[in-house]
C-alpha cells in the first residue's frame, strides 16, 4: 500500500491533491465530468422528487463500478518491479 501511495504522489496523473494525517494518506482522484440533466413534470403536474430518487437518477449517469475497476486495473497495471528496484537503490539488470 505505501508503494501505491507513493506511486501517486510521484506520479500525480490521476489525483487532484492528496493529504496525510496520523492515519495515513487521504487521496483525492480526479473527478468525472459533470452530467446535467433536466427533469419536468408532465402538463398540469407538480413535480416532486424524493432525494432517493434523485440519487438514482445520478446513479444511472454515473456507472461508478466502470471508474473503480478503471482505477482498479490502473493500479494492477503498474510495473513496482522497476519503481522497488529504484526505491531501494538498486540498479535494474
Known amino acids: 500500500m505505501e508503494l501505491i501511495a507513493d506511486f501517486f504522489i510521484r506520479n ?3 489525483i487532484d491533491n492528496f ?3 496520523n492515519r495515513g494518506y ?17 402538463n398540469d403536474e407538480e413535480l ?8 438514482k437518477i445520478i446513479n444511472d449517469s454515473i456507472n461508478m ?11 494492477s497495471n503498474l510495473n513496482f ?7 531501494l537503490g538498486f540498479e535494474n539488470k
Open 12 to 14: 500525480n496523473n490521476e
Open 19 to 21: 493529504n496525510r494525517n
Open 26 to 42: 487521504i487521496f483525492q482522484f480526479k473527478k468525472t465530468a459533470i452530467v446535467n440533466k433536466f427533469i419536468i413534470g408532465k
Open 48 to 55: 416532486k422528487l424524493k432525494f432517493n430518487t434523485l440519487v
Open 65 to 75: 463500478e466502470d471508474v473503480k475497476h478503471k482505477l482498479s486495473n490502473f493500479i
Open 81 to 87: 518491479d522497476v519503481y522497488v528496484s529504484s526505491k
